[in-house]
């Protein structure tokens, strides 16, 4: 995970460095940043689950480890192409060119004090403008500590969230999740309900029978290991609908309970309760999933 990490760290500062360079909207960074530590994070997550690594606490480690590395690499690839950077005319028209040097890039990797000194020297003055204004000093630094939550959150949260996922010891292999199609009654008080599931009594569970787009419900998803019959859990999250000034809803979820094991019997009993859809609800999902 963690050489592979950083194969990725490196090629999305390139992606991402390039991007901010030539792409002339400032806005746009934002979620550039953010698509930078998503990936970042999915990929760590893809070798989480490749290497089978279960230890959320190590994985985490790693996660921040390579997000760091992350950091100091797209600061090492902004700073070369500053440093090899020349102005071809002046005034309205003026334009900047720039362009790589391996020999730069790792002469600056090599040294972090020198490094760090340069960017300082950036916070001073700042090189780029917003509204005509150009950020410097502590609120480009903050800019800055942002950018950099944004891409060691994501490589800590999605690799780490993997580590977390229901795995099978017995038959070497992660649990498949299934949603299941029926939804659930909301959990109204979500302490009574964890409290009853993890005292086995699923019968606390019953199905929704509404009808209203906008109510909120309950979602139910099973976890089970294909070749261990005793890798079995559920998952148990609120589901709310909201609706935008525009009309167009959007669903927020919330869990009730998390990855909490269940035997193979109340595994099929779930399956059988809520696995399927009653053809009397059907046509409201479907037009609320429209």
């Not at 960017?119 to 917003?130: D, M």
């Not at 942002?146 to 994501?154: L, N």
Request: hydrophobic share 50%; glycine share 8%; charged share 10%.
């Amino acid at each position: 995970m963690l050489i592979g990490g950083m194969v990725a760290a490196l090629v999305l500062a390139f992606v991402y460095i390039y991007a901010v360079w030539y792409i002339p909207f400032v806005y746009v960074n934002f979620f550039l940043c953010l698509g930078f530590g998503l990936v970042l994070g999915a990929v760590l997550a893809l070798l989480t689950r490749l290497g089978k690594l279960r230890s959320p606490g190590a994985v985490g480690v790693l996660g921040l480890l390579v997000g760091l590395v992350a950091v100091y690499l797209e600061w090492g690839v902004y700073l070369t192409l500053l440093f090899n950077s020349e102005s071809t005319s002046t005034g309205a028209a003026a334009d900047t060119s720039t362009s790589f040097s391996l020999a730069l890039f790792m002469d600056i990797l090599a040294h972090p004090a020198a490094m760090w000194l340069a960017i300082q020297k950036i916070n001073e003055t700042g090189t780029w403008s917003l509204k005509g204004a150009t950020p410097s000093g502590i609120f480009l630094g903050l800019i800055w500590v942002v950018e950099a939550v944004m891409i060691v959150g994501g490589a800590y949260f999605l690799a780490k969230a993997q580590a977390t996922e229901p795995f099978s010891e017995v038959s070497n292999e992660w649990a498949i999740e299934e949603t299941l199609a029926h939804p659930l009654t909301f959990a109204q008080d979500a302490a009574t309900t964890r409290a009853a599931l993890e005292a086995g009594n699923f019968q606390h569970l019953t199905p929704y029978v509404g009808t209203g787009t906008e109510d909120p419900f309950a979602r139910l998803k099973l976890h089970s290991a294909p070749n261990d019959h005793n890798c079995r859990y559920l998952t148990l999250e609120n589901v709310t609908t909201t609706l935008d000034k525009k009309g167009k809803s959007s669903q927020s979820t919330s869990v009730v309970v998390q990855h909490l094991t269940i035997s193979a019997t109340a595994f099929q009993e779930l399956q059988r309760r809520f696995g399927t859809l009653p053809a009397s609800q059907l046509a409201p999902v479907e037009s609320a999933n429209r």
